[in-house]
């Protein structure tokens, strides 16, 4: 599966953004998908995982309450709806992917919370908030 992240940009402080992340090469359904965010000088850190089945959700502390992940399977795509922007929001934004099928079997519930668990990533995209 090939993952592109789109729709970063620079907002001001409490603004908006939808971050889109755009599968192909392979059906979405059985990836679970993460958020992760890496500013200048800092170590990529997860923000928001969201299972293969879309059940299963989970936000870093720091953005529980303004984030909200979601998937469109049909489109093949995940999305962040970012809210309430914060100058500390400010990094590269990647998705990725951590397929969630051994054997015969898929962990559709599954959330990988570790940036090893995922084997599959996208490009970035620049979100900045300014002050």
């Known amino acids: 599966v090939q993952l592109q992240a789109s729709g970063g940009g620079l907002v001001q402080t409490g603004g908006s953004l939808r971050l889109s992340c755009a599968a192909s090469g392979s059906n979405l359904d059985y990836y679970a998908i993460g958020w992760f965010r890496q500013a200048p000088g800092k170590e990529r850190e997860g923000v928001s995982y969201i299972s293969s089945s879309g059940g299963s959700t989970y936000y870093v502390r720091s953005v529980k309450g303004r984030f909200t992940i979601s998937r469109d399977n049909a489109k093949n795509t995940v999305y962040l709806q970012m809210n309430g922007l914060k100058p500390e929001d400010t990094a590269v934004y990647y998705c990725?992917?951590?397929?969630?099928?051994?054997?015969?079997?898929?962990?559709?519930?599954?959330?990988?919370?570790?940036?090893?668990?995922?084997?599959?990533w996208g490009q970035g995209t620049q979100v900045t908030v300014s002050s």
């Open positions: 990725a992917g951590h397929y969630a099928v051994r054997g015969s079997y898929a962990y559709r519930a599954y959330l990988p919370r570790e940036l090893s668990e995922y084997d599959y």
